[in-house]
């Protein structure tokens, strides 16, 4: 039992670590209707950034996430205006095809700066308690509260607030939207901004729990989070929030009960099995027909 | 080819300036010429029509007023050129287009579908008087306003899509084919609040493939076939033309 507590903290952990990151294609994905597949490497960038940031103005943690997010988010703005608008009337396929070369780009530009793993220095003071013989860490605290600060924060923005209104009127028909008197481009690149600083916090966060970085940390755990995306239901901001926590779920409780190598075979499986059934996800909906 | 030939059946004096003027407009869409050089004015105040067959162009005439497609020629409105302008921020020079099939957002409420189009508006104060007036034409919007109004019936549809032109208070309203897929007493009521928002002091272009309901409540007309005016005067001249007669009112 209490070993089940445990691993259900950690599960949390990891959970809204790939949920973050899934809010990214999620976003993407609901207003172009593309998968940003760069999103991974922006996550490891959104690291490196942290790490840069901390080395250079020692700063403490939040400043320091502060700093990656902005700088992933205008990043993430730069490559939507530079690589994926010349493409928006091309079939999707370019535009995926596009966003995979971004991602091998960015990998390895950060490999010319950064050619060897590097170790992150600690920005929290991690203090660890032993409650009822589970241990919680402040890091996995902070970090779990965290993801669920900014993710309540995003849902306030897209459900509440003008833009997040306009978020989702360009969703469904973003021919339309500029008889509103809204401009589509503006509305892209905020969602790109958001959805891409997202990414940024993530990056920061993983590499304080897990704190050495590298220029392909970004590959495997953003497969892991365009799961998250697609089991949620992709283009659904609830969706991907809970597709990162089933999926950080199903892979801490594999490793805590089966072998650790059968980690990603049961998680691949898992969407595998769940598209046969579920092929819009959890809470997707077949996109509407057009008339 | 264009307009400037045909009798102006403008009722006004030579020397007021048009609310909207359409120069030697020409729109293709790839190699398919859809509109070929046409010419034709709004006064404020007025219900001009546009009618003519499907595929004559009315459509594309309008998506070019409104900024969406590229065109050559020129299009005046209060005698500034739109030919640069983006299609976001005509709306807010004063034209709003109530687009063809509704163009609502299915997936906002009704109530954040009218917000929506208030996007380019900083006086909040007479916002809220615009809700007021847009709730009192059309009761069943208020009525509705928090439900998602892709589960609106057709007719409820296209109130919200008049609702949200209004709401960003527009001089000027371009309105595509309000009467498709509606039963014919639908039809009527739209038709009728047509008449009243333009009493209410919207100039009005209507574009129609009913042609019938159409010229009743239009001061001007233009028939359009293929991408050029073919013929133009009032709406009870054009309703006893034999030409128009032959071809849009059955004979």
């Known amino acids: 039992m209490i070993y089940i507590l445990q691993q259900s903290l950690n599960a949390l952990q990891l959970g809204s670590i790939y949920a973050l990151i899934a809010l990214g294609y999620t976003m993407v994905y609901g207003i172009l209707t593309m998968i940003n597949f760069a999103h991974g490497d922006l996550f490891m960038v959104g690291a490196f950034f942290g790490f840069m940031a901390a080395l250079a ?6 400043p320091t996430l502060l700093i990656s997010m902005i700088g992933v988010g205008l990043l993430g703005v730069a490559i939507e205006r530079v690589a994926y608008k010349p493409l928006r009337q091309a079939p999707r396929v370019s535009a995926i095809i596009t966003a995979l070369g971004v991602g091998i780009f ?15 220095p600690q920005l929290l003071q991690n203090i660890t308690w032993t409650i009822g013989g589970v241990t919680v860490s402040s890091l996995q605290i902070i970090i779990i509260l965290m993801s669920l600060g900014l993710m309540v924060l995003l849902d306030f923005i897209v459900r509440r607030t003008m833009v997040g209104m306009a978020m989702r009127a360009v969703s469904w028909d973003k021919t339309i939207v500029p008889l509103m008197g809204v401009p589509v481009n503006l509305v892209i690149s905020i969602t790109f901004a958001i959805g891409t600083s997202l990414g940024g916090a993530a990056g920061v966060m993983y590499s304080q729990a897990f704190p050495v970085i590298d220029p392909y940390m970004g590959i495997m ?3 892991k989070a365009f799961i998250s995306a697609v089991v949620g239901g992709i283009g659904n901001i609830r969706g991907a929030m809970i597709g990162g926590f089933i999926l950080g779920g199903v892979e801490i409780m594999v490793a805590a009960f089966l072998p650790s190598t059968y980690r990603d075979f049961v998680a691949f499986t898992l969407l595998l099995v769940l598209l046969i059934f579920r092929p819009y996800g959890i809470l997707g909906q077949p996109r509407p027909q057009k008339v | 080819m264009s307009a400037a030939s045909l009798p102006t059946s403008s009722p006004r004096s030579d020397d007021q300036i048009p609310l909207l003027a359409v120069r030697d407009l020409v729109i293709s869409y790839g190699n398919i010429l859809a509109v070929k050089g046409i010419s034709f004015d709004v006064y404020e105040g007025e219900i001009v029509t546009l009618i003519g067959a499907n595929g004559a162009g009315k459509s594309t005439t309008l998506r ?3 900024g969406l497609v590229p065109y050559s020629g020129d299009i005046w409105y209060q005698g500034q050129s739109l030919r640069r302008v983006p299609a976001d921020q005509i709306v807010g020079r004063g034209i709003a287009q109530v687009p063809e099939g509704r163009g609502i957002f299915g997936n906002l409420t009704v109530l954040e579908n009218l917000k929506l189009a208030t996007w380019q508006r900083k006086d909040k104060g007479a916002i809220a008087d615009d809700y007021e007036r847009v709730f009192k034409i059309f009761p069943r919007l208020q009525e509705r306003q928090s439900q998602l109004s892709g589960t609106l019936s057709g007719g409820e549809q296209q109130m919200l899509a008049v609702g949200r032109a209004l709401m960003s208070r527009a001089k000027m309203m371009l309105l595509d084919e309000p009467s498709m897929g509606l039963a014919p007493v639908l039809v009527r009521d739209i038709f009728q609040v047509v008449q009243e928002i333009n009493r209410q002091g919207t100039t009005v272009l209507l574009v129609e493939q009913n042609a019938n ?5 239009a001061s001007r007309a233009y028939v359009l076939e293929t991408g050029t005016i073919t013929l133009a005067g009032t709406g009870e001249e054009l309703l006893k033309d034999p030409r128009v ?5 059955g004979g």
């Open chain 1, 57 to 62: 103005f020692k700063l403490p943690f939040i």
């Open chain 2, 64 to 66: 070019g007023i409104s």
């Open chain 2, 245 to 249: 007669r032959e071809a849009y009112l």
């Open chain 1, 221 to 223: 755990i953003g497969w």
């Open chain 1, 106 to 120: 960015l990998e390895n530009l950060t490999l010319v700066f950064y050619p060897y793993p590097q170790s992150v």
């Open chain 2, 213 to 217: 309901m159409a010229l009743r409540v």
